[in-house]
C-alpha cells in the first residue's frame, strides 16, 4: 500500500507537520500559490520549497510541488485528479489523502470536491498554533467513496441499481434476494449473481449471506441485497 497526501499550503506549515505525524506516508504532493499572488510581499512557493527540505529531514524524500491558483476551483481540482491519475497508473494500490486545513476556502471546497472523485481520506489539523507545533490538536479524517466512471456501467448493472432503489423491503420481509432480481429482470440467477458481485466490488451494492430459518445455518445459496451509501446517490443520478 502505498499513501499519497496531497497537502494545500498557506502562510505556514505547522498544520501540514501535525497532519503527516499521525498518517503513513509515502509521498507528499505540495499545492501552492506563486510568490507574492496576494500583493503582500509573501513567498507561498519560497515557503514550499523551504518545507520539501523539512521534509526530508522528517524522512519523507518523495516530494512534488504544484503550483495553482488559490482563487481558481477548475485549477485546483483538475491538479488533484492529475496527481492521482498519474499515480494510480504506476502504482495501482495508491491510497489518496488530502490536507484541507491551510489554503483558501475555495482550495478546501475544491479539494474535498477532487477527493470524492479519487476516493481520498480528507482530514484537517484543529489546535492552536505555537512554534513548530499546535497546542491540543487533534486530527480529524473523513473517508469518501471514489464514484466509478458511471458511463462504463451497463444497462444491465444501471437496471438492477434502479431495482434495488425501488425495492419495497418492508413488504419484503426485509429482504431482496438474487432471484428477486433475476426474476424482475428476466435474467438467470447465475447472471444476476456475476452482475451483482461486480456492483458489490464497485462499493454501490452489500451482499449478505441469508440465515436459514430456526436453525441458524447461513444459507450459502441465497444473499440478501441492498445499496450502500454510495449505491443509493448513483441510482439517483442514474433514475
Known sequence: MRNVHTILLGY???????GLRNFPV?????????????????????????FRGELSSMGIEEVDMHVIDAFDLYSITETILKV?????????DS?????????????????????YFIG???????????????????VKCFSTPRVPDINSLGKMSKDILRF???????????????????????????NASYHLRKLRDDGLLKIEKTVA???????????????????????????
Open 84 to 92: 492521482a491519475s498519474d499515480e494510480r497508473a504506476l502504482y495501482p
Open 213 to 239: 430459518g430456526r436453525s441458524g445455518k447461513v444459507n450459502e445459496r441465497e444473499s440478501n441485497i441492498s445499496l450502500t451509501d454510495h449505491g443509493r446517490l448513483i441510482a439517483t443520478w442514474i433514475s
Open 164 to 190: 434495488v432503489a425501488g425495492w419495497d423491503y418492508k413488504s419484503n420481509g426485509n429482504k431482496l434476494l438474487n432471484r428477486d432480481v433475476a426474476n424482475s429482470l428476466g435474467i438467470s440467477v447465475q
Open 120 to 138: 481520498a481520506t480528507l482530514y484537517y489539523v484543529q489546535g492552536m498554533k505555537k512554534d513548530d507545533g499546535m497546542i491540543g490538536s487533534s
Open 26 to 50: 509515502d509521498k507528499v504532493v505540495l499545492l501552492h500559490s506563486p510568490d507574492d499572488v496576494t500583493g503582500e510581499g509573501f513567498g507561498f512557493a519560497t515557503l514550499a520549497e523551504t
Open 95 to 115: 491510497e489518496f489523502w488530502v490536507n484541507i486545513t491551510s489554503g483558501t476556502n475555495l482550495m478546501a471546497g475544491a479539494a474535498s470536491a477532487a477527493s
Open 12 to 18: 505556514n506549515t505547522i498544520p501540514a507537520k501535525v
